[in-house]
């Protein structure tokens, strides 16, 4: 059962929870449980069962796939208000999850069963509203993802992730050439290649875990490359 402070936390970031007319309040009150977890968690693994279903109260997750040459791929993140679809798809459909799911931040979660979300999927338009709305709107980040490995070239994308991601003066980003071919969905040798060339051609430099952008105009030259 939910403390007093946990509910109000519940309430901020599913707001139909404190609609009087409703019950699934009380319900979500008496049934779901804060979970902590800490970075580096693994919550589920490629083939394991979906017995619980989450919604995040603070931290991200990331959710991956590895292929059968250990190439990874970045699938979809999800944080505050948030759930895994993948997980909302195995538990509606008792079917083992597809993917690997691990605690990027530090995690606080709501947990409720999976009998009981799907009783709630059933009498509660709210909460059937909330998961069909991140079904929608994930599934939409995942085909974009699909857009951009099967259509757009990896410079192209190589050159938007640098300018989205580097910080500072000067923008600097703090990542491994395997990070970014996990997040680009390529592999390590590709991202090394083409930074190896952005770096002949004086628009960054790079060293252990870090890149620096020299020249942020001419990279976003990159970005308009067919």
């Avoid at 799907?118 to 980040?141: C, G, H, K, M, P």
């Avoid at 995942?142 to 070239?153: K, L, N, S, T």
């Amino acid at each position: 059962m939910l403390t007093p402070q946990e509910l109000r936390i519940a309430k901020e970031i599913l707001p139909f929870l404190g609609d009087p007319a409703t019950q699934i309040g009380q319900d979500f009150t008496t049934q779901a449980t804060l979970l902590h977890i800490p970075a580096g968690t693994i919550i589920f693994s490629e083939g394991d069962e979906c017995n619980v279903f989450a919604v995040l109260a603070s931290g991200t997750v990331r959710v991956f796939k590895i292929g059968e040459t250990g190439r990874e791929i970045t699938l979809y993140r999800f944080g505050r208000g948030e759930s895994c679809i993948l997980t909302t798809s195995c538990v509606l459909s008792a079917r083992q999850f597809p993917a690997i799911a691990i605690v990027e931040k530090d995690t606080t979660a709501f947990v409720i069963d999976q009998i009981t979300f799907r009783d709630w999927i059933n009498r509660y338009s709210e909460w059937r509203d909330y998961v069909f709305q991140l079904l929608s709107q994930r599934l939409a980040t995942v085909m974009a993802i699909v857009d951009e490995i099967a259509f757009r070239r990896v410079d192209v994308r190589l050159a938007e992730f640098l300018l989205r991601h580097a910080a500072g003066k000067p923008p600097i980003l703090y990542a491994t050439h395997q990070h970014i071919a996990a997040e680009l969905g390529t592999s390590r040798e590709v991202v090394s290649r083409i930074l190896a060339d952005f770096s002949d051609d004086g628009l960054i430099s790079s060293g252990r875990g870090q890149i620096i952008v020299l020249d942020r105009e001419r990279l976003q030259q990159r970005t308009q490359a067919r």
